[in-house]
């Protein structure tokens, strides 16, 4: 059963940084395409980026160079590092394995996916 765990997300002030943390357990993490996806309030859930096992990354385009995507493979985690938060960032961010016929690089959230509690980040001064 594929679980997931993420964390890290908090308030903090525009400008700031962060590190979000998936834990993830129930698959082949080695294996799997994963990818940080966010729904903002009254927004569509998008990707904001995802990772292949070869380490070809995507990016959605407003991620503008601020978000980097990398895995834990010792722990088994995918990690979203964000800096230069914007109040736009504000949403709460998800992780999951992609299922393998999944264009990477689709705007919107996966369909078919196992989704875990997620965690809010919140950008505000």
């Known amino acids: 059963e594929v679980e997931l765990i993420e964390s890290g997300g908090k308030s903090v002030q525009p400008g700031g940084s962060l590190m979000l943390y998936c834990e993830t357990s129930?698959?082949?993490?080695?294996?799997?395409?994963m990818g940080w996806f966010r729904r903002a309030p009254e927004s569509e859930c998008e990707m904001v980026a995802t990772?292949?096992?070869?380490?070809?990354?995507h990016y959605a385009d407003f991620t503008e160079g601020r978000f980097a995507i990398s895995r834990d493979y010792a722990e088994s985690a995918l990690v979203l590092d964000i800096y230069n938060l914007k109040r736009e960032d504000t949403a709460v961010y998800y992780c999951?394995?992609?299922?393998?016929?999944?264009?990477?690089?689709?705007?919107?959230?996966?369909?078919?996916?196992?989704w875990g509690q997620g965690t809010q980040v919140t950008v505000s001064s």
């Open positions: 990772l292949a096992p070869d380490r070809t990354t």
């Open positions: 129930g698959f082949n993490f080695r294996e799997a395409v």
């Open positions: 999951t394995p992609l299922p393998a016929d999944t264009d990477p690089g689709a705007k919107g959230c996966p369909s078919g996916v196992t």
